[in-house]
C-alpha cells in the first residue's frame, strides 16, 4: 500500500500527488458540484439579497442544527472504519472540534487577528452559537424540515454507511470543500458590524482548520485501493453533496420570498 498522501496546500480543492489521479478526480467533482457553486452562497456574498440579515439569520437558525451534530458524524464515521489508523485520525479531528490547537495554528490564528482566548477549549458547535447570537437569532428552535432532512439523512447514512461511504461522505462531500463553502459566508459577513470573535467560526474553517480535511484524504486515497472502494467513496461524497444542495435550495427559495413579501 502506498504511504498516506499530503495535501500540499490549503487552497479549496488542494492538488495531491500525481499518484492518486482517481481522488483528484473526485474533489474535482465535489468542487464543481451545485452544492458547492450555489447561487444562494454567490447572492449571499454579493449582498443581492434584498434582506442579506434576514437571510444570514435564517441560515444561521437552521445551520446550527447541522453545527451541533457535526460531533455525531465524525464518532458514526470513526465507527465505520476498521483500521486502527484511520479510526485514531477521526478521534484527533473530534480532539479538534473540541478547540483544541497545537502551536502553529494558534500562531496563524494569531496572524489573522484572533485571539486564542477566543477558541480554546470552545467546541466549534458553541462558535456557531456565538455567531447566531451576535446576529440576534435567539435559542435554538424546534429543526425545521430542510435542517431534520440534512442532519439526519447524513447521520443516517453514515450509521449504515461502509468504511468508503462514510470517509466519501465526511471527507470528499464535507471537509474537502467547506473552504469554498463558508468563503462567501465571509465576504456577507463583512457587511456586518459584527465583531470577529463572533464569527470566528468561519474564519477557521475558511483559513486554518485543515487538519480534517487532510487526514480525511489520507484515508481516502488508502480506501480506495480496495475492490469497491473508489465507487463507494463517490457514492458517499454525492449522499453529502446532494443533501447540502437541498437545504441550500430551501434556503435560497426563503431568501426570495423574503423579498416578494418586502415588495
Known amino acids: 500500500m502506498e504511504p498516506p498522501i499530503a495535501v500540499l496546500d490549503r487552497q479549496p480543492g488542494a492538488a495531491l500527488p500525481p499518484r492518486h489521479p482517481a481522488i483528484r478526480a473526485l ?61 485514531a485520525l477521526i478521534a484527533e479531528n473530534l480532539v479538534e472540534e473540541g478547540g483544541a490547537y497545537d502551536d502553529a495554528e494558534l500562531a496563524e490564528l494569531a496572524s489573522l487577528g484572533v485571539d486564542s482566548d477566543w477558541v480554546v477549549g470552545v467546541p466549534h458547535p458553541r462558535l456557531f452559537d456565538r455567531f447566531c447570537e451576535a446576529l440576534g ?33 465526511i471527507g470528499l462531500g464535507t471537509e474537502s470543500v467547506v473552504a469554498t463553502i463558508y468563503q462567501p459566508f465571509v465576504g456577507a459577513l463583512k457587511r456586518l458590524p459584527l465583531h470577529p470573535r463572533d464569527t470566528v467560526f468561519f474564519t477557521l474553517h475558511t483559513a486554518v482548520d485543515d487538519h480534517h480535511a487532510r487526514s480525511l484524504l489520507d484515508i481516502s486515497a488508502e480506501l480506495a485501493s480496495a475492490p469497491d472502494g473508489l465507487g463507494e467513496l463517490e457514492e458517499g461524497m454525492q449522499v453529502a453533496l446532494t443533501l447540502r444542495l437541498d437545504l441550500w435550495d ?14
Open 27 to 87: 474533489m474535482a467533482k465535489a468542487h464543481a458540484h451545485p452544492a458547492v457553486r450555489h447561487p444562494y452562497l454567490r447572492a449571499l456574498e454579493r449582498g443581492a439579497l434584498p434582506d442579506p440579515r434576514g437571510a444570514l439569520a435564517d441560515f444561521a437558525q437552521t445551520y446550527r442544527h447541522y453545527s451541533a451534530w457535526f460531533p455525531r458524524y465524525l464518532v458514526a464515521t470513526m465507527d465505520a472504519l476498521r483500521d486502527p489508523r484511520h479510526r
Open 137 to 169: 437569532v435567539g435559542a435554538p428552535d424546534e429543526a425545521s424540515g430542510a435542517a431534520v432532512a440534512f442532519r439526519e439523512g447524513l447521520l443516517g447514512f453514515l450509521e449504515g454507511a461502509t468504511a468508503a461511504q462514510a470517509v466519501g461522505a
Open 250 to 263: 430551501q434556503l435560497f427559495a426563503r431568501a426570495r420570498a423574503m423579498d416578494r413579501a418586502a415588495t
